[in-house]
């Protein structure tokens, strides 16, 4: 008896607290602005994306193609076309070269390693005394004793590479839990042709004498790369997690390259008919941009420049179309996700590093530290700022979803106090208030509450300066100035890039040559840099207004898609990463307004990747959904 009145003085509690008029006039007051917002016009356009791709997929020009491919056994031709491929020589000798490797031992693999490190002591201590001949260093010495460490556990081992990985803690984490390789896929069996004889000691050998001339790092680094390479090739999607992790420290060069083998790895699985590849709706306005691209850098005032960069902005434009139609479960998803936290805290925290350690000799790049603004690996300050406003919800929507321990909670906690830090570093008051707005918009898909909390916070504003100390409100004043002088800047700069707008309206200048414009046609005449400082008059510029229209389409095809998720499925825990991606993209979008997104490739990257990936979790989600809700019909 005594627990059924303790069970229902806890519910008359409970009802008490449901009770409070406070709490419910708020939560009618929050819900009704929702309602209203929702059942606008603006609020139906953009919870209407179904409507739209029934409408694409009735359209005319799609019904003829369809009736085209009906005429046609596809299912045949793709058969025998895939089975062609299969069977061909390029892909029998790479799936010869992986058997072999994978059923090698492990101590073949210890005596190239044992080999390589010998050989480079050797090349540190004949260099030591003879310093006018070889140039080596401490470096040389270290790389071989851990070589020589590393390869004592390896040649007491008599398992096959194979074996070895399925069996390790380290190799489980990395290869299947971070990159999502099926461990079913090492399977093989030992064939009398798989040992390697003196191969391993000649590699060993000729790598060690290497280091004469080349750099130990730039050698192991070399043999991860090989090892990255063979990745990408049986598996697209594990590449494209290793490409999104470690694209800010990549050079533009390696990074082109790298997204470049990728696309071709994923074109080879869609030939052989291991990978599919479908439009919908959004993709096709991608695709029209894609191609304007292309076309714009034919029929242009700087072929030389519009050929050189229009491929690359396209093949980056592809990632989008590799996570759209790879990307359909939630485990590929959180890899995606954690790849981009890890290469936003990875960034971040190097360019801390860089800021107060500005005399370090860093192993990955090489100078990069130019005056008082801080930079990773970005070509400005402003493109770091970027960088943090498109994935700094991502770090925060991780903390909310994460919070299994003190520990786990208070090291998010610190990184996004870090990353704060550092846009702050950055100088560019602009960027900080783009992704305070970013971050409002993230909490009010996260939480209908949140609306509250700003209009207490817009209350409390005015009563701030009676509170914080002297020297933060000078250091705030200090800032705001700055934004004064930036907004001027950027206007001046924005009537110099409308004039030149003005000339290239309709057919546009062609791709990447707006720093080429003014500074043939303005120079002089300005002092600013050669930049829009509006991506949308640089877009303008550049493809004229066909470009710039098909690019607000793709824009508004986003947004219409990822609201209407939100209409369907609703807001907060379920569609959290969601939220984190359109507020992201939001952020950077505003921004557009008053900086060229499209300065550093690096960020191009980081722009489709983002939108693929909010495209990718909104058709799970649906996709979800609609299985469901068959399964309730079903069983009616």
């Not at 006018?132 to 851990?146: E, K």
């Not at 590929?332 to 350690?357: E, K, M, T």
């Not at 002089?524 to 509006?534: I, L, P, Q, V």
């Not at 990822?562 to 952020?587: D, M």
Request: charged share 15%; glycine share 8%.
């Amino acid at each position: 008896m005594t627990e059924v009145r303790k069970i229902k003085h806890k519910s008359r509690k409970n009802k008490k607290r449901r009770g409070n008029p406070i709490s419910r006039g708020l939560a009618k007051v929050t819900d009704s602005l929702y309602s209203v917002a929702s059942s606008s016009a603006t609020g139906r356009a953009l919870n209407e994306y179904d409507g739209g791709e029934r409408a694409f997929g009735k359209s005319f020009l799609l019904g003829k193609i369809k009736t085209f491919f009906k005429n046609i056994d596809t299912k045949k031709l793709k058969y025998a076309f895939g089975k062609s491929v299969e069977q061909s020589k390029i892909v029998h000798v790479y799936s010869r070269i992986i058997d072999v490797l994978l059923t090698s031992l492990v101590r073949q693999y210890g005596v190239c390693v044992f080999s390589l490190g010998l050989y480079t002591l050797l090349i540190y201590f004949f260099g030591s005394y003879a310093v006018d001949i070889f140039d080596v260093s401490l470096l040389h010495f270290g790389v071989g004793a851990a070589e020589v460490i590393c390869s004592i556990p390896m040649l007491a081992s008599r398992k096959t590479l194979a074996a070895a990985l399925k069996e390790s803690r380290a190799a489980d984490l990395i290869l299947f839990n971070i990159l999502g390789i099926s461990s079913e896929s090492l399977e093989r069996e030992r064939g009398v042709s798989s040992p390697m004889g003196v191969i391993p000691i000649i590699l060993g050998l000729v790598a060690g004498l290497a280091t004469t001339f080349i750099s130990p790092v730039t050698i192991l680094l070399s043999v991860l790369t090989v090892i990255c390479l063979c990745i990408g090739l049986c598996a697209p999607e594990s590449a494209l997690v290793l490409v999104i992790a470690l694209s800010p420290f990549m050079s533009e060069g390696v990074l082109q390259a790298a997204v470049f083998y990728l696309l071709i790895s994923y074109i080879l699985k869609v030939l052989r008919g291991k990978r599919v590849f479908r439009f919908e709706f959004t993709d096709c306005a991608v695709l029209a941009f894609a191609v304007i691209l292309l076309i714009s850098s034919i029929y242009s005032v700087s072929p030389i420049i519009s050929r050189s960069y229009a491929p690359v902005i396209a093949t980056y434009i592809c990632i989008y179309f590799i996570i759209v139609n790879t990307i359909k479960t939630k485990p590929w998803i959180g890899r995606i996700i954690f790849s981009i936290v890890f290469s936003l805290c990875a960034s971040v925290l190097y360019g801390i590093g860089q800021y107060f350690i500005s005399k370090a000799d860093f192993i990955l790049t090489e100078d990069m530290i130019r005056g008082e603004a801080l930079r990773a690996t970005f070509v400005s300050p402003a493109v770091m700022a970027q960088f943090i406003i498109l994935f700094g919800s991502y770090l925060i929507a991780f903390y909310l979803t994460h919070k299994t321990s003190f520990v786990r909670s208070g090291f998010v906690f610190m990184l996004i106090a870090v990353m704060t830090v550092c846009l702050y570093l950055t100088m560019t008051p602009l960027a900080m208030l783009c992704f305070l707005i970013s971050l409002v918009i993230f909490f009010m898909l996260y939480s209908r509450r949140t609306i509250i909390f700003v209009v207490l916070l817009g209350i409390a504003i005015p009563f701030t300066k009676f509170i914080i100390p002297h020297w933060l409100g000078a250091k705030i004043t200090d800032y705001v100035n700055l934004a004064k002088e930036q907004v001027i800047e950027r206007a001046n700069g924005l009537k110099t890039s409308l004039a030149l707008a003005g000339d290239y309206l309709w057919g546009g200048s062609g791709t990447g040559t707006f720093s080429y414009l003014y500074t043939n046609q303005v120079s002089g005449t300005a002092d600013s840099a050669a930049y829009s400082y509006n991506t949308y008059v640089e877009t303008l510029t550049e493809l004229g207004i066909i470009g710039l229209v098909v690019f607000l389409c793709v824009v508004f095809l986003f947004f219409k898609s990822n609201f209407s998720l939100f209409a369907k499925i609703g807001t907060g825990k379920q569609t959290v990463y969601s939220a984190a991606g359109i507020s992201g993209l939001i952020g950077v979008l505003l921004l557009g307004f008053t900086e060229s997104l499209w300065t550093d490739t690096h960020f191009v990257l980081a722009f489709w990747v983002a939108m693929g990936l909010c495209v990718a979790m909104k058709r799970l989600a649906i996709f979800e959904q609609k299985g469901y809700e068959e399964y309730l019909l079903g069983n009616k």
